[in-house]
């Protein structure tokens, strides 16, 4: 069918300052836009609700030149990359292969390339949920602003949550995020008062907010800042879906070790596809300090990492799922070819 | 600045010919291409990025042009699957597709050829794995998709001469 979305207003915001302005202008109104692949799909639908008005006022942000720069800043040794970078791009980079493998391997894992062509970092990091009953007009759950969660009572048994389980159990979409995550990134939000940045580890909210980030409806993501590992670090991210191609992740790990020599000193492991947010799995990371990782190793990291979950009464199999990410992650990093270094 | 507006005037570049024209806010480009250039090849499925066969080139890569705003693909470069036939001679894809039996209904095919120029404009000595990938983003529901892959492969063997 054509013509399924509505007459909207639409801006092209050509500067930072340009797109705050008009956020503050038109308020609960308005919505930054970059690729579109979600938003639009959303605004067809209209899934809205008390707490979802529908836009009616877009606000193009995918062409700000400050937000369509990848670099690589080598005295500081940090990875910038502008919110509007598409994920093709990210994955393409040389650098971004070169140093930062793993961020390469979550974004292969997006989707379908016409996706992954048009979608932002902004973009992937702020979808919502992909959950069915909340991209179903006829269900009016917590996170539109009604009542209940739907799919706890329904069908969960794949997008779903086993971990930080409170009001919605949708799983957090993006691939993106633990890998990112796992590096320690940092954003750089525009706000009405200017501009701030806070740790990716503080970003996302839990499952009893109705929104799953900390952005205000006049903020929005200009870059992310990913620092280059301190001391040599081998780096992977694994993913488990129903189809090679398209699907979300079932489970997900970014999992980035720290070596001396064979000794992991430190680690972050980060979970996708599990939780209403990215996982940090702290428990997990503590038992890799000081250890010499094998097979044996990982596989009880692995088994910790799921630990404290529970699962719902359709997706209890995604515990076992889980340990098996983390494990496959934790022997891929090892087995990663290069040590990243400054 | 422009401030926010439901309709705009734009230039769409489509197969190197500039098409100026109003259009609203809202219209995606795959509606800009079928209902305002009368480019109907590029056929529209599901209409939520899902199917794939509304893919078309944009500056050289695939999209999905039901689920990117036409607005959004002003001035750039903008390719169909009306542009891929030149002066009534079918390209070497579309020629080996119809060869291989690449295709039953045809459904897909338009979106399909787009996303295989997409991998064949950036490189010729294309390998199974990287076909596949090519249009990992496109349904085929008659299932076509092993010939497919083989008349891609087929025609790069031909075009180097490997036989
Ligand atoms: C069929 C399908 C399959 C998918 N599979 C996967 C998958 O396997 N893994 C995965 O990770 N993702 C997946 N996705 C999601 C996809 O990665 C996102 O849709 C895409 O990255 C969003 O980017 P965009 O620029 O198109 O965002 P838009 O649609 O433009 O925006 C998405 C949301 O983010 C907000 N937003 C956009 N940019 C910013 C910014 N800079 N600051 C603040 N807010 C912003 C918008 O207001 C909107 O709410 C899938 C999507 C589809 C349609
Ligand atoms: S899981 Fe979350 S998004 Fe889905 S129905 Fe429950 S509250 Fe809504």
């Known amino acids: 069918m054509l013509n399924e979305i509505p007459r909207l207003e639409h801006a092209d915001a050509s500067s930072i300052e340009e797109a705050r302005s008009l956020l503050a202008a038109y308020g609960e109104k308005a919505k930054v836009i970059a690729g579109g692949t979600d938003l639009l799909g959303l605004i067809k ?5 008390p707490k979802m008005p529908m836009p009616e006022v877009l606000i193009n942000i995918g062409a700000i ?6 670099r690589y800043d080598e005295a ?6 502008g919110a509007a970078v598409t994920l093709t791009q990210l994955e393409e980079s040389a650098i971004v292969r070169e140093k930062f493998p793993l961020i390469s391997q979550a974004c292969s894992s997006v989707a379908t390339p016409q996706i992954r062509n048009v979608g932002t970092v902004g973009g992937n990091l702020c979808q919502r949920p992909w959950c069915w009953y909340f991209r179903n007009a006829a269900f009016n759950c917590f996170k539109k602003g009604g009542e209940g969660c739907d799919a706890v009572t329904g069908e969960h048994q794949y997008y779903f949550s086993v971990n930080g389980l409170g009001v919605c159990v949708m799983s957090h979409p993006s691939d993106l995020a633990p890998a990112l995550m796992a590096l320690g990134s940092e954003l750089e939000i525009a706000s009405k008062s200017g501009s701030k940045r806070i740790a990716l580890d503080r970003f996302f909210l839990g499952a009893r907010e109705v929104h799953e980030t900390i952005l205000g409806p006049d903020e929005f993501i200009v870059a992310v800042n990913v620092p280059c590992p301190a001391v040599a670090a081998r780096m992977a991210f694994v993913k488990n879906r129903i189809r090679d191609t ?97 | 600045m422009a401030g926010p507006s439901v309709t705009k005037q734009v230039a769409l570049f489509v197969n190197g010919k500039t098409y100026s024209l109003e259009i609203e806010s809202r219209t995606t480009l795959a509606e800009a291409l079928r209902e305002r250039l009368d480019l109907t090849g590029t056929k529209v499925g599901c209409n939520r990025a899902e199917c794939g066969t509304c893919t078309v080139l944009v500056d050289g890569r695939a999209v999905y042009s039901c689920t990117m705003l036409a607005v959004h693909a002003a001035g750039k470069n903008i390719q169909t699957i009306e542009g891929v036939a030149q002066a009534g001679k079918l390209d070497p894809l579309q020629q080996a597709l119809m060869d291989e039996d690449g295709l039953q209904c045809g459904f897909c095919t338009p979106g399909m050829i787009m996303s295989l120029k997409a991998l064949l404009n950036r490189k010729t000595d294309v390998s199974r794995r990287d076909v596949r990938e090519a249009i990992a983003g496109n349904y085929c529901r008659c299932g076509a998709y092993p010939n497919i892959v083989e008349a891609v492969l087929k025609l790069g063997r031909n075009s180097s001469g490997a036989g």
Do not use: H
Request: aromatic residues 4%; charged residues 25%.
């Open chain 1, 45 to 49: 639908d209209r899934i809205s609700g």
């Open chain 1, 65 to 70: 030149p400050e937000l369509t720069v990848l």
């Open chain 1, 76 to 81: 500081r040794q940090s990875l910038r990359i």
């Open chain 1, 246 to 342: 398209w699907d979300f992740s079932l489970a997900s790990a970014a999992v980035v070790l720290e070596m001396s020599g064979a000794v992991c000193t430190g680690s972050r492991i980060v979970l996708g596809g599990l939780a209403p947010f990215p996982y940090r799995a702290l428990d997990a990371e503590e038992m890799l300090r000081n250890s010499r990782i094998d097979k044996d190793v990982a596989t009880r990291t692995a088994q910790k990492a799921a630990g404290k979950a529970k699962g719902l009464r359709m997706n209890k199999y995604k515990l076992g799922l889980g340990a098996v990410v983390v494990r496959d992650a934790i022997l891929a990093a090892l087995a990663c070819q290069a040590d990243m270094r400054r």
